[in-house]
């Protein structure tokens, strides 16, 4: 069974930096696409961004500019570094995997607890 554990989260000023980890157990993280999605109060989950077993990365809206993704497959971890974060930034973050990387979270069945980060002066 795909396992994740999310870490790194946090309370973060306006501008200020985070970055998300995500490991993952259970099988080999190199052989699969790896989601960040975000789900704030009352809200649907979205999508953040993605890396695909070939390393491409994809940026969806709330992302783009200033995330980015990484990998490091040795570590069978995940990494999310967040800039310039903003209030509505704040949600729970997690992360999943596929054989590739879908913007709709309903297709994913593994998901980790989360992380919280809260963007708040």
């Known amino acids: 069974q795909l396992q994740f554990v999310e870490s790194g989260g946090g309370l973060v000023q306006p501008g200020g930096s985070l970055r998300l980890s995500c490991a993952a157990s259970?099988?080999?993280?190199?052989?699969?696409?790896i989601g960040w999605f975000r789900q704030a109060p009352g809200k649907e989950r979205e999508g953040v961004s993605c890396i695909g077993s070939d390393d491409a990365r994809i940026y969806y809206a709330a992302s783009k500019g200033r995330f980015t993704i990484s990998r490091d497959n040795a570590k069978n971890t995940v990494y999310l570094q967040m800039n310039s974060l903003k209030p509505e930034d704040t949600a729970i973050y997690y992360c999943?995997?596929?054989?590739?990387?879908?913007?709709?979270?309903?297709?994913?069945?593994?998901w980790g607890q989360g992380t919280q980060v809260t963007v708040s002066s």
């Open positions: 259970g099988f080999t993280l190199d052989d699969y696409a």
């Open positions: 999943t995997a596929g054989r590739v990387c879908r913007s709709n979270y309903r297709v994913y069945d593994y």
